[in-house]
């Protein structure tokens, strides 16, 4: 749907002329004149008003009953009054009302000095109770889920809560039970409520019915400190506030950022900074001696890496993580290119010319674009799991604004039910299912690569007609959502096709429509523009190497040849985030030294690292981190480094110095300035112009142009055909968003740690005859994992589906494409 | 530039030379009159307190260091770790981390207590605020004021000195005293 186009009008309230956007809200447009309307129930982020507290009453002349601000739009000529009698009776009114059955213990309870009901009981209520009959009385305080405490005494039946659960998240779990005074919140079944987004209704409740767990009785608002900054645990980067109290990360709330996040945070998001303040973290260097890593000072630790790097020479190769900031990115990528004389560093796994293509200015669409699109395509990506806020938008955008949703995926998605389309491909078949489609909105053979994707041809015309047509024959904006992992499966196919189909679709250069990247790391597409790719120098130029630069595969295989015989690895741990864990294995046994940055000791380090620096959590870094969509965004440290941490821009630093180069890097700042002076299309950025919302430079029309024009797409690409199951299973595999270091170091979130589980179609079970929750071993030649089996009745027959990057039995042991499936 | 007085110069207006009479008076009848007090006070014996060994009792609204305050009945804490004496206090000088109470583990009456409760008498202006602010009346001034130490850092309250007796007590002026 087309962005709305507001008019302005003028209203009256309290005898003040006042301009506004038609329609808006009354509450809302008070606000531009200056007069507070009390309101608990209404919250724009929730969508239409539901009128359920009556606390927003106002006097609007003409209309002989007062009327509820908050669900009441803005009509030209209106004349509003908010102070007179019988406003001001009926808010004490509503107010006494409110606080019958409210306990009032403000003393022990958690909301206490944040809480909007204090606050209006205070400014808008009558200060006087005539009701002395005994209160309702629930057990309190009550789990609601390991994350949320629940009093229901305290409760204003606003319905906030329900109404994210049943119209945002889409989760349907929260419900109101009983009727009238006996109403109380709960799921639906009684079990816990948990949910990816579970997390979000504490911020939402006016009241303290609904309160952090780990945060409980932790600080009250005049202990705390907010520091804004933004999320670096997922691709999403939504804007947060740290709560600082006595330098330690106490809580991270929302920052609403529309441009981001929309006001939302994953559950991840919200309580993995328990991470940053446990007892495993690194916080001093380490280094190996005599087989076990033990603490040292930071001087013998540089000195010892800096030799390690000087002993290799050009034989180095570098891997960064997602939690990576540009700058850390542009400095080690000078330390490998510059200093030791290397091509070989790599972060995202995929083509960096791919990147290129695909990441062009005139094709980005924003984060916006997904919520008033006409059509969204989501391909080869599951949001949820990829980017968690990125699902909310999507669900707000079919909910709200009737976006048609399509879903092409390999497994089945949670977007499915929304989807005005939803169909399956095989895993493997990527880059034969784009090429498909391709083919069914330009024309071409359509048959071959869809039986190579194993796809149904019908399919995937229906799809092609409701992208050209809208649906309805009113072709809009197109906004294809497509996960980068799609690139890594079968990149010399999907790019060129993704290109056509976005050229075909007349995406280049749309304003409303285009593609947006959902990453497979968190700053995937910083680490890309800041030249931490292969044979990519920064801003997607030239680099001055000679010879093959390897990618991720081909950094494994020259340290198992002994080509290279160092690896720098910073804030990775191939062990962990890559696939082929025993080529891996391998290489790392076969590497002379391995230097890394990390805050955990996870199994890689722990067993091969040579030299182990403490990193920053993401709550100690400044730099800057580029979203999905283009926005360079800046973290700023909301608390000081823990232990002896220290930055990891002045760690690179100090090994250049000592191998003989001077970066000139003597703040974070002049690191971010570098960079911007590195980059085309971030020159003329500065920190400041970044702020606390961040820049989109694709949206900047000079620094757009600044991009440098990628080359044709390859006309020659071969898609790969998925393999042909014959009694075995083609493997696909996906990483859940409760995956991740900072989620088993929290100790909030490690109930939710995933555990191994094959889903599977009902078809290829009872061929093999294993049931729902069955133990069972799935492997290949060789290697095996053990999992539970979960019957999925949208999951394509002949695929089945594991989990990577989990502690225990992750898939990244299993090389695939098929996999056989064994009774444990 | 040299000064030169003219007609602002001041004028100082001496008063009339007492005369032998009222010299005499002045000399000797109004120091007597003086002298009078002095004696007086002398035929009344020692005034001096002897502090530290005798001290001055204080009124009972003296405002002197906080004492935390107990349930006699049950024994638990009053202080719920609600941190709003903290809020009040002008000083700054009061931090509260509160903790929940667990059935095994009950410290309070309420859900939550306050596992750490610590005042900066260095810092303290003795205001009272706090002590208005507190809503289960656990923290009150008490009356001691004997707070001198060699060490700042002996001057932070902890929770268990603030809700121990004090060693000594100090004496209160009786009603209408
Ligand atoms: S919800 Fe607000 S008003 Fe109610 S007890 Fe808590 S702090 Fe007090
Ligand atoms: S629990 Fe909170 S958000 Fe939910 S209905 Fe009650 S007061 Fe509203
Ligand atoms: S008496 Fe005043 S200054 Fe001292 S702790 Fe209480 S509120 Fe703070
Ligand atoms: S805010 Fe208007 S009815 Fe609740």
Redesign the interface.
């Known amino acids: 749907m087309p962005r709305p186009e507001p008019k302005t009008i003028t209203f009256t309230i309290d005898g003040r002329e006042v301009q506004a956007p038609e329609n808006t809200i009354l509450v809302d447009a008070a606000k531009l004149g200056d007069v507070e309307i009390p309101v608990f129930c209404y919250e724009p982020k929730l969508g239409a008003p539901v009128g359920a507290c009556r606390m927003c009453l106002v006097e609007i002349e003409g209309i002989p009953k007062l009327q509820t601000g908050c669900s009441t739009p803005v009509k030209d000529g209106m004349v509003v009054h908010t102070q007179t009698d019988r406003v001001r009776e009926a808010q004490a009114a509503v107010v006494e009302f409110l606080l019958i059955n409210h306990p009032l ?4 309870c958690d909301k ?2 944040e809480c909007p009901l204090q606050d209006i009981s205070f400014g808008w209520g009558g200060g006087r109770s005539r009701f002395i009959e005994p209160k309702r009385h629930f057990q309190k ?1 009550l789990e609601l889920s390991p994350l949320i405490a629940i009093d229901r005494e305290r409760c204003i039946l606003c319905y906030r809560c329900v109404r994210f659960s049943q119209e945002v998240s889409e989760d349907y779990q929260l419900i109101l039970h009983e009727r009238g005074a006996q109403t109380f919140v709960g799921t639906f079944d009684g079990h816990p409520y948990v949910a990816p987004f579970s997390g979000n209704i504490i911020e939402l409740c006016p009241v303290g019915a609904l309160t952090s767990r780990p945060y ?5 608002p ?2 705390i400190e907010g520091s804004g900054s933004v999320c670096g645990l997922c691709p999403s980067q939504c804007n947060v506030t740290f709560t600082v109290r006595d330098d330690r990360v106490l809580r991270v709330l929302a920052r609403q950022n529309d441009g981001v996040d929309d006001g939302w945070l994953c559950d991840r998001g919200r309580f993995a900074y328990q991470a940053i303040h446990v007892d495993e973290r690194i916080t001093e260097p380490l280094l190996r001696d005599g087989g076990t890593l033990r603490p040292v000072s930071w001087e013998r630790a540089l000195d010892e890496a800096a030799s390690l790097l000087k002993k290799a020479g050009s034989r180095v190769g570098a891997l960064a993580g997602g939690g990576t900031t540009n700058e850390e990115g542009f400095l080690l990528q000078r330390l490998v290119r510059e200093v030791a004389g290397s091509e070989h560093l790599d972060a995202a796994g995929i083509d960096p010319v791919d990147a290129w293509t695909l990441l062009d200015p005139a094709l980005q669409a924003s984060m916006q674009d997904v919520e008033y699109a006409h059509t969204v395509l989501v391909v080869g990506t599951e949001p949820v799991d990829d980017m968690p806020i990125l699902d909310l938008r999507i669900r707000k955008g079919v909910r709200r604004n009737r976006v048609k949703l399509a879903v092409a995926t390999p497994r089945p998605s949670s977007l499915d039910a929304n989807a005005a389309l939803s169909l399956r491909y095989a895993p493997g078949g990527e880059g034969a299912f784009v090429a498909a489609l391709t083919a069914a909105v330009y024309g071409g053979d359509i048959e071959a690569p869809a039986a190579a994707a194993d796809a149904s041809v019908d399919e995937i015309r229906a799809l092609a007609e409701l992208l050209r047509t809208g649906g309805d024959g009113a072709p809009g904006d197109v906004v294809i959502v497509w996960g980068t992992s799609m690139l890594a499966a079968d990149g010399g196919a999907v790019a060129p096709a993704l290109l056509k189909l976005a050229s075909g679709l007349n995406l280049s250069g749309r304003e409303g429509g285009g593609l947006l990247a959902v990453p497979a790391a968190a700053n995937e597409r910083g680490l890309l523009e800041a030249g931490f790719a292969p044979g990519m120098a920064p801003g997607f130029g030239e680099t001055d190497g000679e010879g093959e630069a390897h990618a991720v595969a081909g950094i494994a295989a020259a340290l198992r040849a002994g080509d290279l015989t160092a690896l720098y690895l910073l804030h990775d741990d191939p062990l962990v985030t890559r696939a082929d864990t025993h080529g891996w294995d391998h290489a790392l046994e076969k590497t002379t030294a391995v230097i890394a940055h990390s805050q955990f000791l996870t199994a890689g380090l722990l067993e091969h690292a040579n030299v182990v620096f403490p990193a920053e959590s993401y709550a100690e870094k400044e730099g800057t981190i580029t979203h999905p969509d283009g926005r360079v965004q800046r973290l700023r440290p909301a608390i000081g480094r823990q232990g002896s941490v220290r930055a990891e821009w002045w760690v690179l630093t100090e090994l250049a110095k000592r191998l003989g180069t001077d970066f000139g890097v003597l703040t974070g700042a002049m690191a971010s300035q570098q960079l911007f002076a590195a980059v085309p299309f971030y020159n003329g950025l500065t920190l400041d112009t970044i702020g606390g919302k961040g820049v989109r430079w694709p949206a900047d029309a000079a620094l757009a142009a600044a991009y440098p024009a990628a080359p044709e797409a390859r006309r020659d690409a071969v898609y790969a055909e998925a393999a042909e199951p014959n009694g075995a299973l083609r493997l696909g595999t996906f990483r859940s968003i409760w995956v991740g270091a900072d989620v088993e170091a929290s100790p909030a979130l490690k109930f939710l740690a995933p555990r191994q589980m094959v889903e599977m179609a009902p078809s290829d079970a009872q061929r093999l005859g294993v049931r729902h929750g069955e133990k069972v071993l799935v492997g290949g030649d060789g290697a095996s994992v053990e999992a539970i089996v979960a019957l999925r009745d949208a999951a394509l027959p002949g695929s089945v589906f594991l989990q990577t990057g989990i502690t225990t039995n992750a898939a990244n042991v299993l090389d695939g494409p098929l996999v056989e499936i064994r009774k444990a | 530039m040299s000064w030169t007085p003219g007609d602002d110069a001041i004028h100082v207006v001496r008063p009339p030379a007492p005369g032998a009479a009222g010299g005499t008076y002045r000399v000797f009848a109004e120091t007597l009159r003086g002298l009078k007090t002095t004696f007086a006070r002398v035929a009344e014996g020692v005034h001096t307190i002897q502090y530290p060994e005798q001290k001055v009792p204080v009124y009972p609204r003296f405002r002197g260091r906080h004492r935390l305050h107990k349930f006699e009945d049950t024994g638990l804490e009053k202080c719920v770790g609600c941190s709003l004496c903290a809020a009040a206090c002008p000083a700054d000088c009061i931090r509260v981390v509160a903790a929940e109470n667990t059935p095994e583990h009950r410290v309070s009456a309420g859900e939550r207590y306050a596992a750490v409760y610590e005042i900066n008498l260095s810092r303290c202006i003795f205001c009272g605020y706090c002590e208005v602010a507190c809503p289960f009346d656990a923290i009150t001034m008490g009356n001691d004021y004997e707070m001198s130490d060699y060490q700042r850092s002996d001057l932070i309250f902890t929770k268990e000195m603030l809700l121990a007796e004090p060693v000594e007590r100090t004496p209160l002026r009786a009603e209408g005293e």
């Open positions: 213990d403000c003393p022990v206490g000095g305080p409980r009785f932790r600080a009250r005049w202990d």
